[in-house]
C-alpha cells in the first residue's frame, strides 16, 4: 500500500482529485491545504507527497523541504507508522527515508517549478496532463525511480536562467499583492532597509526600470 499526502489549497479540486485517487486498490490517501500540510505529514506518515506548486497565501509560502523532511517524523515513534522520464539536474532526496516529493507544475510559470528542483524533488507532472499520468508517477516515486512530464522540459530551460532567489520571489510577489516595505519586512521578518536592498537587486537583475516594471517583467517570465 503506498500513503499519499496531497498537498492543495484548493478545497473544491483537491477534494475530488483525492477522492479519485483513492479508487485505487494499491493507494491510501490524505490530503490538506498548505498551511496545515506539515502537520498532516507528520500524522500521515506518507510515502509519496503529491504537492501543488501553487498556494493561496502569499505572506506564508510554504517549505518543500520541510514538507519532505517531516513526512519521514511520524508523531510518537521512529520511522513510518501504519494506518489510515528523467532529466538532467534533478537530485535524489536528500535522506533515503524521507516523503518523496512530487509536484503539480505548471509549464508557464517556472518560478515554483525551480523551487521544486531545489528542494530535490523526484517527480514532475503537468497540472495539464491526465490523472492516469499522475498514477504512474505516483507509483513509479513510490518505487524509488523518478518522473518528469515531456512537456514541462521547455519550463524547466526556464526555470534554469531565472536569474532571482527565493527570498527575492518573496519580496517580490508580496509586492504584487500590494504590501508596502513595511508590511513586508514584518512579514518576512527583515528589516526595510534589508527589503529596500533586496527590492534594488531584483530591478538590476531584471533589466527593469522601475519596482513595476520588475513586477510586469517577472509575471510575464512565469517567475511569479
Known amino acids: 500500500m503506498i500513503r499519499i499526502l496531497l498537498v492543495h489549497d484548493e478545497r473544491l479540486l483537491r477534494s475530488a482529485l483525492a477522492d479519485r485517487l483513492a479508487r485505487?486498490?494499491?493507494?491510501?490517501?490524505f490530503h490538506t491545504r498548505w498551511r496545515t500540510a506539515s502537520a498532516r505529514a507528520r500524522s500521515s506518515c506518507p510515502d509519496v507527497c503529491v504537492a501543488d506548486l501553487?498556494?493561496?497565501?502569499?505572506?506564508?509560502?510554504?517549505?518543500?523541504g520541510e514538507l519532505q523532511r517531516v513526512g519521514a517524523e511520524p508523531e510518537g515513534g521512529n520511522?513510518?507508522?501504519?494506518?489510515?522520464?528523467?532529466?538532467?539536474?534533478?537530485?535524489?532526496p536528500s535522506d533515503s527515508g524521507s516523503c518523496r516529493l512530487l509536484v503539480l507544475a505548471a509549464a508557464n510559470r517556472p518560478g515554483p517549478l525551480r523551487h521544486a528542483v531545489q528542494a530535490r524533488a523526484v517527480g514532475y507532472v503537468?497540472?495539464?496532463?491526465?490523472?492516469?499520468?499522475?498514477?504512474?508517477?505516483?507509483?513509479?516515486?513510490?518505487?524509488?525511480?523518478?518522473?518528469?512530464?515531456?512537456?514541462?522540459?521547455?519550463?524547466?530551460?526556464?526555470?534554469?536562467?531565472?536569474?532571482?532567489?527565493?527570498?527575492?520571489?518573496?519580496?517580490?510577489?508580496?509586492?504584487?499583492?500590494?504590501?508596502?516595505?513595511?508590511?513586508?519586512?514584518?512579514?518576512?521578518?527583515?528589516?526595510?532597509?534589508?527589503v529596500r536592498n533586496?527590492?534594488?537587486?531584483?530591478?538590476?537583475?531584471t533589466g527593469?526600470?522601475?519596482?513595476?516594471?520588475a513586477v510586469r517583467i517577472s509575471l510575464e517570465e512565469g517567475w511569479l
Open 24 to 29: 485505487e486498490s494499491d493507494l491510501e490517501v
Open 126 to 194: 503537468n497540472k495539464d496532463g491526465t490523472v492516469e499520468q499522475l498514477l504512474t508517477a505516483i507509483r513509479l516515486v513510490a518505487g524509488g525511480e523518478r518522473f518528469v512530464d515531456e512537456s514541462l522540459g521547455f519550463a524547466f530551460l526556464k526555470a534554469a536562467r531565472m536569474p532571482l532567489t527565493r527570498r527575492e520571489l518573496n519580496v517580490l510577489s508580496l509586492v504584487v499583492e500590494g504590501a508596502s516595505i513595511a508590511e513586508i519586512a514584518g512579514s518576512l521578518r527583515l528589516s526595510p532597509g534589508t
Open 54 to 64: 501553487d498556494w493561496s497565501d502569499p505572506y506564508n509560502r510554504p517549505s518543500l
Open 208 to 213: 527593469a526600470r522601475s519596482r513595476v516594471d
Open 198 to 205: 533586496y527590492m534594488a537587486a531584483i530591478t538590476r537583475k
Open 79 to 92: 520511522g513510518r507508522g501504519g494506518g489510515t522520464g528523467t532529466t538532467a539536474g534533478l537530485q535524489p
